[in-house]
């Protein structure tokens, strides 16, 4: 049984281009949610989507991060015009379980790291 | 803010040894949750806490949600040099946003041969 796929593993990018990571979820979850681990920091929520629906994007900044997960294929974390202060470990991390009620367990990827030059 | 605080942040230790590290807050979470991370990789589920005063053990871990909701422990007995890893704590502040953690840095633990 697959768990969390994430691609690519790891991503370089000169400032100011795209970038554009990919996360599969464990097989019959439907939650996919997004984390950034920035050096010395802890893993900071970023976004929670069901398939085709953003339901909670207070941690995404409010430019240039933008996020999907279509009813067919991965969802896709998207970052335009990168800096260099978006380098970090991207983490997705995928649920069976509407979290409505109770404890909720996220399982994580291995995650992309993103290297801006 | 850091909403969770690990101690200690880093931990060296010999093989056989017993040894408990921490994770406080001042905010109440509804679960908390415990996860290893190696080098390179993402964080592996260990353990679930939900109720306030649960105890879980998992073979040689121990983990302890404080009875307020507010902290948690977890004990390594005979530490192994295959439990090196980060250790991360994790919260969920309400059952509203239960999936939003709350990530700790986490306590880098060395266990020598």
Redesign the interface.
Known sequence: NAG?M?NPRHLVRRRGQEARLRCSPMKGHS?V?W?RQLP??????MV?LQKENII?E??MPKERFSAEFPKEGPSILRIQQVVRGDSAAY?C?S?PLQ?????????????T?LTVL | T?L?EQSPQFLSIQEGENLTVYCNSSSVF??L?W?RQEP??????LV?V?TGGEVKKLKRLTFQFGDARKDSSLHITAAQTGDTGLY?C?G?RS????????????TLLTVNP
Request: proline content about 5%; aromatic content about 16%; hydrophobic content about 25%.
């Open positions: 969390v994430q939650h949610y984390y010395e920091e802890g893993l900071k929520f929670y909670d207070s941690g983490f991390a649920s979290p409505s009620t109770g404890a909720d367990t996220q399982y994580f990827g291995p995650g790291r | 850091q969770l509804s679960s949750q996860y390179g990789e993402g964080p592996v589920l679930t939900v991360l994790a969920a059952r509203g946003s239960n999936y939003k953690l709350t990530f700790g840095k986490g």
